[in-house]
C-alpha cells in the first residue's frame, strides 16, 4: 500500500500569511480514507521534498524568505517514520525546489529569491558544501514579478545528463551539462515574454515535455532536440476559461502513470485541469482537455498520482486539507471525489513506496 510524504509551511511569509504546518507529515491512502502515520516537526517550512526510492531516502528543503535556507536528508524507517541523516545550509534564498539524483550522488536546489542553482554531493544521504552555484541572468515583462531571475525548477533530461531549469523571472528554460557544471548554461528556450514557466515534466516518450507557467495559464507541450539544449513549442492551452485567466496561477503539472492524461494544479480558482494525451505512431503527442475539476480546497499547491495510477491527492494549501480524486488507471481519466484529511498548509506531495 502506498505511503506518501506531505511538505508544509510552519512559518508565515508574504505568499501564505496564515501557516500552521507542523513540518513532514506521512501519508497512507486506505479504501475509504487518508491515514496519517507520523509527523516529523522541527523542520523549518518543508515545502518541497525529493525521494531516492533506492536508498530509502527524502530529501527536503526548508524555505526561508529573507535568508539561506536549508536542506536535509531522512531515512524512511521500518516503522515509517523519518529519521534524520543531515542537514545543511543552503546557498540561496527562497529554496523552492530540490532534486535528487542517486545515480551521481548529487542534490540540486532551485533558489526563487536569488535566482540560481545550487548542486550538491550526497552520500547516502550526507550531504556536503556545495559544488557549483549557478546564477541567471534575464527578466521578464511582468515588473512585480519578473524584475529579476527566479529559478523555479530542476529537472532531469530524460538520458540523466543534463538538467532543465525553469526560470519563471526571465521567461527561460536553461539547460545544463551534468559533466560541465560549471560552464554557462544554454538558453533551451525562450518561452513566450510574460509566461513566467514554472514547472515541467517529461512524456513517457522522452523527447516531449509539458511546461505549466505561473504567470499566464498555459500548458506548453514541448519537442527537445536530441542534445536537450533547445526546444520547440508545438502547442499551447489555456488551463482555465478565458473569465479566470486574469486570477489563476497554476502551480504543478503532473502525468498519469498510465501515460494517457497530465494533470495541473491552478491555484486561487481552486481547480484542477486534466488534458487528454492522444498518440499516433511517429507523430508528436497532442493534447486535448479533458475535465476541470474542484480541488476540495483553498490554494492547490501540488498535485501527485498514486503509482497505480487510481489516485490523485491534492495540498490544499490555504484551506489545511489533503483531498483527492480518484482516476481510471486504464484511461487516466478521472472518476468520483476521494476521501480528505486535514493538514496544516500542505505545500508538496511525493509518493515513497
Known amino acids: 500500500m502506498s505511503i506518501f510524504a506531505v511538505g508544509s509551511y510552519t512559518e508565515d511569509a508574504p505568499h501564505v500569511p496564515d501557516a500552521r504546518g507542523e513540518g513532514i507529515y506521512l501519508i497512507r491512502p486506505e479504501k475509504d480514507r487518508l491515514s ?5 516537526r522541527g523542520v523549518q517550512n518543508p515545502a518541497y521534498l525529493s525521494w531516492d526510492p533506492r536508498e530509502k531516502l527524502l530529501y527536503c528543503i526548508s524555505e526561508n524568505q529573507n535568508d539561506h535556507g536549508a536542506l536535509g536528508a531522512f531515512k524512511l524507517s521500518a516503522h515509517k517514520r523519518l ?43 550526507r550531504i556536503g558544501g556545495a559544488l557549483a552555484e549557478i546564477r541567471y541572468a534575464g527578466s521578464g515583462p511582468n515588473q512585480a514579478r ?19 531549469v525553469a526560470d519563471l523571472g526571465s521567461d527561460t528554460v536553461w539547460y545544463h551539462g551534468l559533466e560541465e557544471l560549471t560552464a554557462p548554461p544554454a538558453a533551451a528556450l525562450a518561452v513566450p515574454a510574460g509566461y513566467g514557466p514554472r514547472h515541467m515534466a517529461f512524456d513517457p516518450d522522452g523527447r516531449h515535455a509539458y511546461l505549466l507557467c505561473e504567470l499566464r495559464p498555459e500548458l506548453l507541450l514541448l519537442r527537445f532536440a536530441p542534445d536537450w539544449r533547445s526546444a520547440v513549442i508545438l502547442d499551447e492551452l ?14 504543478a503539472v ?42 476540495g480546497g483553498k490554494t492547490p499547491r501540488d498535485i ?15 484551506s489545511n486539507m489533503l483531498s483527492s480524486r480518484r482516476f481510471s488507471p486504464e484511461s ?18 511525493v509518493e515513497l513506496e
Open 36 to 40: 496519517l502515520l507520523s509527523t516529523t
Open 83 to 125: 529519521d534524520s541523516i543531515s542537514n545543511t545550509s543552503g546557498a540561496g534564498r527562497a529554496n523552492c525546489h530540490i532534486l535528487n539524483m542517486p545515480e551521481r550522488r548529487l542534490v540540486a536546489v532551485a533558489s526563487y529569491t536569488d535566482g540560481c542553482l545550487s548542486i550538491y554531493p550526497s552520500d547516502r544521504g
Open 146 to 164: 519578473q524584475k529579476a531571475p527566479h529559478a523555479h525548477q530542476a529537472v532531469p533530461t530524460p538520458d540523466g545528463k543534463g538538467l532543465l
Open 238 to 251: 489555456d488551463t482555465v476559461p478565458p473569465e479566470e485567466q486574469g486570477k489563476a496561477a497554476p502551480a
Open 254 to 295: 503532473k502525468i498519469h502513470p498510465s501515460g494517457k492524461s497530465v494533470a495541473v494544479s491552478n491555484r486561487f480558482v481552486n481547480t484542477i485541469t486534466v488534458f487528454i494525451i492522444e498518440r499516433s505512431h511517429g507523430v508528436s503527442p497532442q493534447l486535448r482537455k479533458a475535465a476541470s475539476l474542484p480541488s
Open 304 to 318: 501527485e498520482f498514486s503509482s497505480d495510477g487510481g489516485l490523485l491527492l491534492i495540498a490544499n494549501q490555504d
Open 332 to 349: 487516466g481519466l478521472p472518476l468520483e471525489e476521494g476521501p480528505e484529511l486535514e493538514l496544516g498548509t500542505p505545500a508538496c506531495i
